[in-house]
């Protein structure tokens, strides 16, 4: 049996970023009870309990907490964030509410239907899933009204930015226009052909062992001056998984060996052998063995990528274009109090 914590599911049934097809059980466990929640901010901001009155309609503090709680679990579940980017962050989530209402409201104008089969379904789903429970039947009624209203201003929201975005296949000559407006996009970065002798230290060391493993990596670039193989060398003394093919760690494009190396193999040329090189991992020579120059593809070989990059870009220019069109046709209050 699911014992539900009554006062969490009410507050649930509002979140404002509640995705359509969110899965049931996460409705029962994301928030507080809407009293609650507005209970807690009246608390900390001692302001209005609204975030913003969109053409003189509200939406409420405890909507712009759910929805804010659900996108820094998203955006910044690494940790702590520099406040300065927090207080854009909140900003941003009143906006997308905002947009979201005005999304609502206009997919209603246009004569767009929610998705009611996807809504029912949730429904269902969250109906079943709690009917063995004995306090459900007192909340059942209230709860899936609410829940079923927020499920259908979802649907219209997601299927008026489907229907926007949609933008037509692009004529010739805006493709080729498109092509060589962005031409960075089709074009094969360049590619060095690298090998390397690693002498592994632990980040953790001394500067007692760094400064023994880069005595150690010049003994070593002495000894190949003097006519040792560089891919003898790397099998004996490498730590790289590259020292059984002789240190060659074949072709790879700029920057995915890290900055340090890259800053170093930037001025070389192939055949060179660099000076010991200090990376994350430890001490390390390269040799540059080949530089593969940047190729712009031709569009013909690109085309497909370039239709669905124009496709994606066209359309969020015609939606972003939509959203501040409705934002400008409307009067809008923000409380600004999260991020002022």
């Known amino acids: ?93 009143a906006e997308k509410l905002v947009v979201r209402f005005l999304s609502v409201q206009e997919a209603k104008r246009r004569g767009i239907k929610p998705d009611s089969a996807r809504v029912l379904k949730t429904v269902e789903a969250f109906d079943a899933r709690y009917k063995d429970d004995p306090k459900w039947p ?16 979802d649907s219209l929201a997601m299927l008026l930015e489907e229907q926007v975005r949609n933008v037509p296949a692009p004529t010739e000559t805006e493709l080729r226009s498109y092509y060589q407006k962005h031409t960075k996009l089709f074009t094969t970065p360049e590619r060095v052909r690298v090998s390397i002798i690693l002498l592994k230290v632990d980040p953790s060391s001394g500067s007692a062992v760094w400064q023994q493993a880069s005595k150690e990596a010049n003994d070593i670039l002495g000894r190949i001056n003097k006519g040792a193989d560089f891919a003898d060398m790397a099998r004996i003394h490498s730590s790289d998984e590259s020292a059984k093919n002789g240190g060659d760690m074949g072709y790879a494009h700029s920057g995915m060996l890290g900055d340090n190396a890259q800053k170093v193999l930037n001025i070389m040329e192939p055949g060179e052998l660099s000076s010991p090189v200090i990376l994350l991992e430890g001490v390390a020579l390269f040799r540059l063995e080949d530089r593969v120059k940047p190729v712009l593809n031709p569009l013909k070989s690109v085309r497909e990528r370039a239709l669905k990059l124009y496709h994606r870009d066209q359309g969020e220019q015609v939606w972003e274009a939509l959203g501040k069109k409705l934002q400008e046709e409307i009067k809008i209050e923000y409380n600004d109090a999260p991020w002022r």
């Open 1 to 93: 049996m699911n014992i539900i914590n009554w006062k969490s599911l009410f507050g649930i049934v509002l979140l404002a970023c509640l995705p359509m097809l969110a899965q049931a059980g996460e409705l029962a466990q994301a928030g507080e009870s809407k009293a609650d929640s507005v209970s807690k901010q009246k608390q900390v901001t001692k302001g209005p309990d609204y975030i913003a009155i969109v053409g003189g309609k509200r939406i409420d503090m405890v909507d712009y907490i759910g929805a804010l709680r659900k996108g820094m679990r998203e955006r910044f579940y690494h940790g702590k964030t520099p406040e300065g980017e927090l207080k854009k962050f909140r900003k941003e989530i």
């Open 138 to 153: 007192k909340a059942r009624k209230e709860v899936l009204r609410q829940l079923k209203e927020k499920l259908q201003d």
